[in-house]
C-alpha cells in the first residue's frame, strides 16, 4: 500500500519531523520499504541500523527494521549508539547501506533517519526520490533476515587506535545523549584524569539540552572545568557528531576554531592538502590552512554537502562551525565528534602548549553567533536571491556557495537560508566592535530592501 510521508520532513539532509504530529511508525516503515527498494536496485542488500537514546527511538527503529525487512533486505542492527558508530558500521560490516533513527540535536519531540547507501550520503534528491517510491508504493518485496551486531567494542577500539597521546585532565559533558556509553567507554582506557557529565542515556534531556552549538548548553560543563581546574572540557550533541569544546579558562572554541588546530598534524602529514570549511567558518581558518600549505576551500554547509564536498577536493579534513569535524585521513571520511575528540586531546598534547594558550594566540576577532530569524517559508530563498542579484547590480564581489557571503574591509558577513528550519540565518565578523555593527548594519539594509526586519 503507498504510502504519502509529510513535505515538512523531507530535509535537504536527512528526513526530521515531530514525533506524534509529521512523523510516526507508519512513515517509518514507508521509509523502510523505501530505502530498501533503493539499496536493491544499486545491487545492494544488507542494511545497518542504529538508533539513539530518544523516548520515540525504539519505536521508529522497530518499525523502520520491519519495512527494511519487508523491502527484501537483511538488517543488522547495531542498536543504540552515537550516529558515527552507524556510519562506522557502514564502513566496515558487511552491508551496503545504513540508517540512524536520530533527532540529532532537535527538541526532544523530534526525530528523523540518516542514510548512507555505498559509503555516501544519502541526501536531496535521493530523499525527494523516497518519498516518490512511497507515494506510488513502488516498493520491492521479500523477508529480509534480521540479526542483531554489536559494534560499540570494535568502535571504541578504533577510536583508541587514533590516540596521540598525552595525560590531560579533561571534563566530559555528554548530555544525556547517545554518545554517552561510547565515551564512558573510551576514556576508561585513557590516560589522564577524565569527568563525566550526564553520561546515562536518558531521552527526555532531564540537564539540559544537547546541543553544543548553544553557549548555554555548556554552562554545566564550564563550571566543572571552572570548580575542578580542568584542562579542558569537551561536549556532544545528541547523536555524537557535533562536538563543543571550552578551554580551561571557560571560553568557548566553536568548530571552525577547532578546525584550525586539528589541521596541523593533517597538512603536515599530507602537505598542499585541500581543507575545506564551511561558508559561516571565520576567515581565520581560511587563513590558517593557507599558512600551514594547504588549500583552502569554501564550502556548503551541511553534513552531507561536506561529506561531498570532501569526496570532491579529494580533502583529508574538512568542518563546519557548528561542531561538524570530517576526517579522512586515517578516518572514513564522516564526521564523527568522538574522534574529534581523541584527535584534539593529541594536538594539545604535540604542541607541548594548553589549549588555554593556544586559544590566546588565535586573533582576537568579534563575531556574532549564528543569528536566526523566521521567515515565510515561501519567501525563503527567494530573499536570497534578491540580495544577491542587488550586490551583483552593484558590482559588490559576493561568495555566493551557499547564500550570499561578502568580504569588506572591516570584515566579512552572510546571510543564508536555512537547509532544516524556515529561518534566514546572518553571522558576521570583524576586528571591532564598531566594525560588527557596521556590518550588522549592511545585513540590516538588504533584508530592509526585501520587506524583512531582522528584529
Not at 527503529?61 to 519487508?70: F, Q, S
Not at 563575531?367 to 552593484?394: G, Q, W
Amino acid at each position: 500500500m503507498a504510502h504519502v510521508l509529510a513535505p515538512g520532513i523531507l530535509r535537504e539532509y536527512d528526513i526530521r519531523g515531530t514525533v506524534g504530529r509529521s512523523l510516526g511508525p507508519d512513515d517509518a516503515v514507508a521509509i523502510g520499504r523505501s530505502f530498501a527498494t533503493r539499496v536493491l536496485r544499486a545491487g545492494g542488500r544488507r542494511v545497518a541500523v542504529g538508533r539513539d537514546g530518544r523516548l520515540s527511538s525504539p519505536e521508529l527503529e522497530a518499525a523502520l527494521v520491519a519495512g527494511l525487512a519487508a523491502g527484501g533486505v537483511d538488517v543488522l542492527r547495531i542498536g543504540i549508539g552515537p550516529t558515527p558508530m552507524l556510519y562506522f558500521g557502514e564502513a566496515t560490516l558487511p552491508v551496503d547501506a545504513g540508517i540512524h533513527v536520530t533527532g540529532s540535536h532537535n527538541p526532544r519531540d523530534d526525530n528523523g533517519f540518516k542514510m548512507v547507501l555505498g559509503h555516501r550520503s544519502f541526501y536531496g534528491a535521493d530523499i525527494v526520490d523516497l518519498a516518490r517510491i512511497a507515494a506510488a508504493g513502488d516498493w520491492t518485496e521479500g523477508t529480509g533476515a534480521v540479526r542483531d551486531v554489536d559494534v560499540g567494542d570494535a568502535y571504541v577500539a578504533r577510536l583508541r587506535q587514533g590516540y596521540g597521546g598525552g595525560a590531560f585532565r579533561i571534563g566530559w559533558d555528554c548530555g544525556n545523549g547517545a554518545a554517552g556509553p561510547a565515551v564512558a567507554r573510551l576514556v576508561a582506557q585513557l590516560p589522564g584524569e577524565h569527568h563525566l557529565l550526564y553520561a546515562e542515556v536518558d531521552g527526555r534531556f532531564p540537564n539540559h539540552h544537547p546541543d553544543p552549538t548553544d553557549e548555554a548548553n555548556l554552562a554545566d560543563l564550564k563550571a566543572l572545568v571552572r570548580d575542578e581546574g580542568l584542562d579542558f572540557g569537551i561536549a556532544f550533541d545528541g547523536d555524537g557528531d557535533r562536538i563543543g569544546v571550552v578551554d580551561g579558562a571557560g571560553r568557548v572554541l566553536w568548530g571552525d576554531q577547532l578546525l584550525a588546530l586539528l589541521i596541523e598534524p593533517v597538512l603536515a602529514a599530507l602537505p598542499g592538502a585541500t581543507v575545506v570549511a564551511d561558508v559561516k567558518s571565520s576567515q581565520y581558518v581560511f587563513d590558517r590552512i593557507a599558512a600551514l600549505g594547504g588549500n583552502p576551500v569554501m564550502g556548503a554547509t551541511g553534513h552531507s554537502l561536506m561529506k561531498e564536498a570532501m569526496i570532491a577536493h579529494d580533502a583529508p579534513i574538512a568542518g563546519e562551525l557548528s561542531g561538524h569535524i570530517f576526517f579522512g585521513h586515517g578516518w572514513y571520511g564522516f564526521d564523527d565528534a568522538l574522534h574529534a575528540a581523541v584527535q584534539l586531546i593529541g594536538v594539545v598534547h604535540r604542541s607541548g602548549r594548553s589549549l588555554t594558550a593556544l586559544h590566546d594566540a588565535m586573533p582576537p576577532l568579534v563575531n556574532t553567533p549564528d543569528l536566526r530569524f523566521p521567515v515565510d517559508p515561501a519567501r525563503k530563498f527567494a530573499v536570497i536571491d534578491e540580495v544577491r542579484d542587488r550586490l551583483v547590480a552593484r558590482g559588490v564581489a559576493v561568495t555566493a556557495i551557499d547564500g550570499v557571503r561578502v568580504r569588506t574591509p572591516q570584515g566579512w558577513w552572510l546571510l543564508r537560508a536555512s537547509n532544516t528550519q524556515d529561518v534566514l540565518t546572518a553571522r558576521a565578523e570583524a576586528g571591532s566592535p564598531a566594525d560588527l555593527d557596521a556590518l550588522l548594519a549592511e545585513v540590516d539594509a538588504e533584508l530592509a530592501l526585501s520587506g524583512i526586519a531582522r528584529d
